[in-house]
């Protein structure tokens, strides 16, 4: 096998063994009979230029981009897809055969999908959407739901700055509201995403009041760990569709994947049960 034949890609962070993308990918690798290695890149935030001047040097593929570098790899990358630029971040490095850089934000893609996982026909427009969070994970949410026809988002932050800047990247579709309101927030909604930590393993629960919130809404928490927060089980109890973020994990991983190896891979119940048995 040649040198070229051989393919390399990982997950850059710090810290990043916590990250299941290694074991995602080299699912994929063995299911589709491709030869290459899918590995973990801890880099501290002080050697991230180095780091990516290695990934040159090593001829690397590309790799994922994670906590705390999404941010500043842009600045050290050759070019930045229009998309990721309005998020503000990149998760997904692409190295052109000329030794290019190339970044992409793919949550927003692996978000929508994990939604139409839980719900098919679910659409942006059906109705106001509630978007709890102002972080990375809530910027890609809100601008591919604005990109997918959203009307009216409503943007739930304890600190209304960091929102309204979201709402800017967003569209006119985005109104920001104050934390203290987000159970009224509620009313009429057809789509409530967390994408607040509250609730992840280690935090506390998401404090929110369903009442207002009809019953046939779709609830999602961007959280994987645990696979069913106090805030889906609640809303789950009440008769709404859940869904977790494990869908918006792995279907972010696809283009990745297809972009380094040359296949675009499914998400199968197996992976996603291999995936599960991790958390």
């Known amino acids: 096998m040649s040198n070229a034949a051989y393919k390399v890609a990982g997950v850059m962070g710090w810290p990043v063994a916590q990250s299941r993308s290694p074991k995602l990918h080299g699912y994929w690798l063995d299911k589709y009979n491709i030869p290459g290695s899918y590995i973990l890149l801890p880099v501290q935030p002080e050697h991230l230029a180095d780091a990516m001047k290695g990934m040159r040097a090593f001829g690397f593929a590309g790799c994922n981009v994670t906590i705390p570098h999404k941010i500043a790899v842009m600045d050290l990358v050759d070019r930045v897809e229009p998309l990721a630029k309005r998020i503000g971040a990149v998760n997904l490095i692409v190295a052109e055969p000329d030794g290019s850089l190339s970044a992409y934000n793919k949550d927003g893609y692996g978000f929508i999908q994990c939604l139409r996982d839980a719900r098919p026909d679910w659409r ?3 109705g106001p959407i509630v978007v709890l969070g102002a972080g990375g994970g809530s910027r890609a949410a809100v601008v591919s739901m604005a990109d997918e026809g959203a009307r009216e988002i409503r943007l739930v932050n304890r600190t209304i700055s960091k929102a309204e800047k979201i709402a800017e990247a967003g569209s006119p579709s985005v109104k920001v509201f104050p934390w203290d309101k987000r159970a009224e927030a509620l009313d009429g909604a057809a789509t409530l995403v967390n994408c607040t930590s509250l609730g992840m393993i280690g935090q506390p629960p998401l404090d ?11 609830v999602c928490d961007i959280i994987y760990n645990p696979l069913e927060t106090a805030l889906l089980a609640a809303a789950r109890k009440r008769g709404n569709t859940t869904v977790n973020g494990l869908g918006m994990l792995l279907h972010q991983a696809r283009p990745a994947f297809a972009a380094w190896f040359g296949v675009m891979p499914e998400v199968t119940p197996e992976i996603r049960k291999a995936i599960e048995a991790t958390i």
Do not use: F
């Open 208 to 218: 929110i009041a369903l009442d207002a919130l009809p019953k046939s809404a779709l």
């Open 124 to 126: 942006a427009d059906a």
